[in-house]
């Protein structure tokens, strides 16, 4: 039975001596760390361990020897393993202590955690891209919008610049001569400034975006997960259709839609005594493809619900209130609607749709 438990076992199993000697290295250990069991058995445990674990570790198990003061017995910690060919992974170990004949053992249940450690990676560098491109798309609208108001009053000086032109050309005074220059010179850069302002408008209204055909459910569970990763004390619920038709979309701005909604979401229920947010992705009648994001907040006032994806509505204390502006403007990008509503049992509701790819 023993012989069957360590060899099946899919997390590997060290066994040491209270000198640190391995007795017991299983089969899921030589996958770990790419050594036979013939090359383990025998020798100090610290050859699967890189440094500076390796040269610490002897005198780890002499402390607990001679003192009984366990730092890592009985508990469980993330370490760093060292495979044969010397590349590291990170792993959880687990230690045990036993006796076998009155004589101290130690046994190592080892899990690779390489896999979590890369998704929490993934998910770092997600929210730097996001980040990032939010922050460009809000430069984006802000430059958009000081260029439709920097248009008109640079418009009116050239009006007047040309009015006091046409004023003083006639005057029969030298230094009408002058001062013709200049008003011609800032005619000049008035007319600069207006052809900088529409080459800016122009970028960011034809502004090119990566698309391709995205799975819908991948896409909105990476930004559920990353706008959930500081540990939000809320209930979820997700519920992601299956067979949903793939979207032609730019995959960081829709991330950046459910990523926005769902940190206003968690933000809205703070202090509420029922907090449930609702995350589900459904196929429309016409093939399109719908996300809704709901919660149990104290969901929006009339008044607002009205102007909500205005520029500079918000109902946060601090809020800037161009969040769901940018949130509509990237998906009517895309050829999809936005819309918000009042869920049934209260609380704000929010829907948006995405027509379905084609190749």
Known sequence: MFEALIATAVDGVVVIDAQGIVEVYNPACE???????DEVVGRNVSMLMPAPYRDAHDGYIAAYNRTGVAK???????????????STFPMYLSVGEGRVEARPIFVGIIHDISDRHAAERRLRE?????????????????????????????????????????????????????AVELVDKAAGQ??????????????????????????????VSEAVALGLTAGADVDRRF??????????????????????????AVEAMAGQPRRELRVTTTAAADGAVEVLVADTGPGLPPEVLERLFQPFVTTKENGMGIGLSLCRTIVDAH??????????????????RLPAGTR
């Open 72 to 86: 890592i017995i009985g508990i469980g910690r993330e370490v760093v393993g060292r495979r044969k060919d010397g």
């Open 239 to 264: 519920e992601y259709a299956a067979g949903l038709p793939e979207v032609m979309i730019d995959r960081i701005q829709i991330q950046q839609v459910v990523l926005n909604l769902v940190r206003n």
């Open 335 to 352: 050829g999809g609607e936005l819309s918000a509503t009042t869920g049934e049992g209260g609380g704000a509701l929010f829907r948006f």
């Open 190 to 219: 008035t007319t600069r400034a207006g052809q900088i302002i529409r080459r800016l408008r122009d970028f960011v209204e034809k502004g090119e975006t990566h698309r391709k055909l995205e799975d819908i459910n991948t896409t």
């Open 31 to 37: 996958r770990l760390f790419g050594f036979a069991a």
């Open 126 to 178: 997600l929210q730097a891209e996001l980040l990032h491109v939010s922050r460009l798309t809000a430069m984006g609208q802000m430059s958009s919008g000081l260029a439709h108001e920097l248009n008109q009053p640079l418009t009116a000086i050239m009006n007047y610049v040309k009015a006091a032109r046409r004023t003083i050309e006639g005057l029969d005074d030298p230094r009408a001569v002058r």
